[in-house]
């Protein structure tokens, strides 16, 4: 199997990367791939895994993370979290942000932790995934490089 992480760069491949999202029932409509940093996880040429950060100063907003139906459980996620957390550590990032309504447990084992939204920085509360994607319901967690 030829596996490769690839960055979204073109109108073409957000397309593709906003498609998966959408068929795992997560928000599109804000991301920019001239602005946030998107990657693709592919797997014999097939887009099967999706995640992306938005850098704030020093800190980080994780996105998009989402694996294909059939492919679940196959560690994609955890590899894509893995790839974006060194991306942000590389970057000097201090801590990785994320909102969440199913997958609190999955955050857990990665070694994020709750927060409340009070907590998180101005910078992030500020981004649109804090202030209108996701609603109130959403779980806030971090984790801190």
């Given at each position: 199997m030829n596996e490769a992480y690839k960055i979204i760069e073109n109108l073409e491949?957000?397309?593709?990367?906003?498609?998966l999202l959408k068929s795992s029932s997560l928000p599109s409509d804000d991301l920019d791939y001239k602005r946030d940093f998107?990657?693709?996880?592919?797997?014999?040429?097939?887009?099967?895994?999706?995640?992306?950060?938005?850098?704030?100063g020093n800190y980080a907003l994780l996105r998009s993370l989402s694996v294909k139906l059939g492919i679940r459980g196959k560690s994609v996620g955890t590899t894509m979290t893995d790839f974006l957390l060194e991306k942000a550590r590389s970057a000097n990032i201090k801590a990785v942000y994320l909102l969440t309504e199913t997958a609190r447990g999955f955050f857990l084992r990665k070694q994020f932790a709750d927060i409340d939204r009070g907590d998180v920085p101005d910078e992030v509360k500020r981004s649109s995934e804090f202030r209108t994607v996701c609603p109130a319901s959403?779980?806030?967690?971090?984790r801190y490089l």
């Open positions: 491949a957000f397309n593709e990367f906003k498609s998107l990657v693709g996880y592919y797997e014999d040429g097939t887009l099967v895994g999706t995640g992306g950060l938005e850098v704030y959403a779980i806030a967690m971090v």
